[in-house]
């Protein structure tokens, strides 16, 4: 064992793998379209998986129940842990792109158990979540009939279960076959949503900002500076309580950054998108929360 000899081609090439690994690289090639998406286009689809619209209908009343008018400091609170795992991911990213994420990335620093928990997590939470979006959806589906039809007997239907639940795989379906044609197909299709809720969260808030500022809203409270402090709020419980619903809020950012392997630059563009998703998000929020509370106040009665 103990003479010298020459390196033969193949451990050569063994030494340039074993380097090349050991160096962020060593990724095989694997089946996703490469150089796909851009900076605007990862941000559309980060936008789009967070799902303003949706998150906001279920999630800005129990927020508004346990804080109050402090809603928007929360807000901005829960947007702080959301950065800094935004930074996290980013640096992950950047010395390895891989759209494993989490699993990839826990795995090689923690270990398989690790890793395995993380990614099982993932997706256990995305079945739970999916599921509830799609039946959302139906029940926003029947509203919607009702409203064109003007028939509010159709509105029901969506309690009806044998109507519901096929109903609810249908959208189920719709939405996986959209995902298997590829990010191309997917991207598109997201534009046309982000737009829709965009005008859609906007009008909102614009409407009722101009019933505040006519005296026609519901129980028109002004805006104060001191909504943005979390200081004021009170119990430890109460701000605990707010950023966890916050963050139920934020969920979704992160798919920007599983798309790195079709981004066009992937080690910056799913960072630069992230960043924008979430600067988006959180300018969204605050001024729908604000527009709900200067709109409809806060307290037991009506709206």
């Not at 992950?92 to 792109?97: C, E, I, V």
Request: with cysteine; hydrophobic share 55%; charged share 10%.
């Amino acid at each position: 064992m103990g003479h010298h000899h020459q390196m033969t081609t193949s451990e050569t090439a063994a030494a340039a793998k074993l380097n090349e690994e050991l160096h962020g690289g060593g990724l095989s090639a694997k089946g996703l379209s490469a150089g796909k998406v851009g900076v605007l286009g990862a941000a559309v689809i980060g936008v789009s998986c967070i799902a303003p619209a949706y998150a906001v209908t279920s999630g800005l009343g129990p927020t508004i129940a346990e804080v109050g008018v402090y809603t928007p400091a929360i807000m901005m609170v829960g947007f702080i842990p959301m950065l800094l795992v935004v930074f996290g991911y980013r640096e992950l990213n950047t010395a390895m792109p891989d759209s494993g994420t989490s699993f990839t990335w826990a795995t090689r620093a923690f270990g398989p158990w690790i890793g395995w928990m993380g990614g099982w997590g993932l997706i256990a939470a995305t079945v739970l979540v999916l599921s509830n979006l799609a039946a959302v959806a139906v029940d926003f589906f029947f509203i919607m009939l009702a409203q064109i039809f003007q028939n509010p007997a159709l509105a029901d239907l969506t309690r009806v279960l044998w109507i519901n639940i096929p109903m609810t795989v249908i959208f189920t379906a719709l939405a996986a076959w959209i995902s298997y044609r590829g990010v191309e197909s997917t991207k598109k299709v997201q534009y046309v949503l982000v737009v829709v809720q965009l005008i859609a969260i906007v009008w909102f808030i614009i409407a009722a900002f101009v019933h505040v500022g006519n005296g026609t809203a519901f129980d028109a409270t002004p805006v104060e500076l001191s909504w943005f402090n979390p200081f004021e709020v009170g119990s430890l419980a109460a701000i605990s309580a707010g950023v966890s619903l916050s963050i139920f809020l934020f969920w979704g950012w992160d798919t920007v950054i599983t798309m790195n392997e079709e981004a066009k630059d992937p080690e910056k563009t799913p960072g630069r998108a992230s960043m924008l998703t979430i600067f988006v998000m959180v300018a969204i929020y605050v001024l729908m929360t604000l527009a709900v509370l200067a709109y409809a106040g806060i307290g037991e009665e009506g709206l």
